[in-house]
Protein backbone atom coordinates (compact mmCIF):
# COMPACT_ATOMS: atom_id res chain seq x y z
CA UNK A 1 0.00 0.00 0.00
CA UNK A 2 1.68 3.19 -1.27
CA UNK A 3 0.37 4.95 1.96
CA UNK A 4 1.33 2.60 4.78
CA UNK A 5 4.00 5.10 5.69
CA UNK A 6 1.09 7.17 7.37
CA UNK A 7 -0.50 4.76 9.30
CA UNK A 8 1.84 4.30 12.52
CA UNK A 9 1.52 8.20 13.28
CA UNK A 10 -1.04 11.11 13.70
CA UNK A 11 -0.88 13.28 9.94
CA UNK A 12 0.06 16.71 10.23
CA UNK A 13 -1.24 19.33 8.33
CA UNK A 14 0.75 19.09 5.67
CA UNK A 15 -0.56 15.69 4.82
CA UNK A 16 -3.91 16.71 5.46
CA UNK A 17 -3.68 19.22 3.10
CA UNK A 18 -1.86 17.05 0.56
CA UNK A 19 -4.95 14.69 1.04
CA UNK A 20 -7.63 16.69 0.51
CA UNK A 21 -5.30 18.30 -2.99
CA UNK A 22 -5.80 14.49 -4.04
CA UNK A 23 -9.13 14.41 -3.00
CA UNK A 24 -9.92 17.33 -5.25
CA UNK A 25 -8.11 15.81 -8.13
CA UNK A 26 -9.47 12.69 -7.83
CA UNK A 27 -13.12 14.65 -8.09
CA UNK A 28 -11.24 15.86 -11.35
CA UNK A 29 -10.16 12.76 -12.91
CA UNK A 30 -14.48 11.71 -12.31
CA UNK A 31 -15.46 14.56 -13.88
CA UNK A 32 -13.06 14.50 -16.95
CA UNK A 33 -14.04 11.06 -17.53
CA UNK A 34 -18.03 11.84 -17.07
CA UNK A 35 -17.20 14.67 -19.53
CA UNK A 36 -15.75 12.53 -22.07
CA UNK A 37 -18.57 9.62 -21.36
CA UNK A 38 -21.30 12.26 -21.61
CA UNK A 39 -19.02 13.76 -25.31
CA UNK A 40 -18.83 10.52 -27.01
CA UNK A 41 -22.47 9.81 -26.20
CA UNK A 42 -23.33 12.58 -27.87
CA UNK A 43 -21.55 12.69 -30.72
CA UNK A 44 -22.49 9.23 -31.46
CA UNK A 45 -26.30 10.33 -31.20
CA UNK A 46 -25.72 13.06 -33.58
CA UNK A 47 -23.73 10.79 -35.74
CA UNK A 48 -26.68 8.29 -35.98
CA UNK A 49 -28.93 11.38 -36.55
CA UNK A 50 -27.35 13.20 -38.95
CA UNK A 51 -25.55 10.58 -41.59
CA UNK A 52 -26.46 8.54 -44.44
CA UNK A 53 -23.54 6.29 -45.21
CA UNK A 54 -23.68 3.13 -43.74
CA UNK A 55 -19.92 2.88 -42.13
CA UNK A 56 -20.48 6.52 -40.54
CA UNK A 57 -23.63 4.97 -38.75
CA UNK A 58 -21.96 1.88 -37.61
CA UNK A 59 -19.27 4.46 -36.05
CA UNK A 60 -21.96 6.58 -34.63
CA UNK A 61 -23.23 2.96 -33.04
CA UNK A 62 -19.69 2.52 -31.70
CA UNK A 63 -19.54 5.92 -29.80
CA UNK A 64 -22.34 5.01 -27.52
CA UNK A 65 -21.27 1.65 -25.75
CA UNK A 66 -18.03 3.38 -25.55
CA UNK A 67 -19.37 6.72 -23.94
CA UNK A 68 -21.25 4.38 -21.21
CA UNK A 69 -17.82 2.19 -20.31
CA UNK A 70 -15.83 5.32 -20.05
CA UNK A 71 -18.08 6.35 -17.76
CA UNK A 72 -18.19 3.52 -15.92
CA UNK A 73 -14.37 3.28 -15.59
CA UNK A 74 -14.38 6.43 -14.35
CA UNK A 75 -17.04 5.88 -11.79
CA UNK A 76 -15.29 2.46 -10.47
CA UNK A 77 -11.55 4.48 -10.61
CA UNK A 78 -13.16 7.01 -8.26
CA UNK A 79 -14.73 4.99 -6.24
CA UNK A 80 -11.47 2.62 -5.52
CA UNK A 81 -9.54 5.57 -4.75
CA UNK A 82 -11.91 7.22 -2.86
CA UNK A 83 -12.00 4.42 -0.23
CA UNK A 84 -8.45 4.43 -0.43
CA UNK A 85 -7.93 7.56 0.55
CA UNK A 86 -10.67 7.85 3.17
CA UNK A 87 -8.69 4.57 4.55
CA UNK A 88 -5.28 6.78 5.40
CA UNK A 89 -7.59 9.57 6.94
CA UNK A 90 -8.89 6.78 9.22
CA UNK A 91 -6.06 5.16 9.88
CA UNK A 92 -4.34 8.57 11.05
CA UNK A 93 -7.56 9.28 13.19
CA UNK A 94 -7.40 6.27 15.00
CA UNK A 95 -3.66 5.82 15.57
CA UNK A 96 -2.92 9.47 16.34
CA UNK A 97 -6.26 10.07 18.24
CA UNK A 98 -8.93 12.50 16.81
CA UNK A 99 -7.96 15.09 13.67
CA UNK A 100 -9.27 18.01 13.28
CA UNK A 101 -10.66 17.97 9.68
CA UNK A 102 -11.91 14.38 10.17
Known sequence: MPYSRF????LILRDELAIDRTLMANERTLMAYLRSGVALLIAGVSIIHFSSEGWFWMMGLACIPAGIIT???GIVRYRKMSKKIASVRNLSTTAGGSSENA
Open 7 to 10: SSSK
Open 71 to 73: GMI
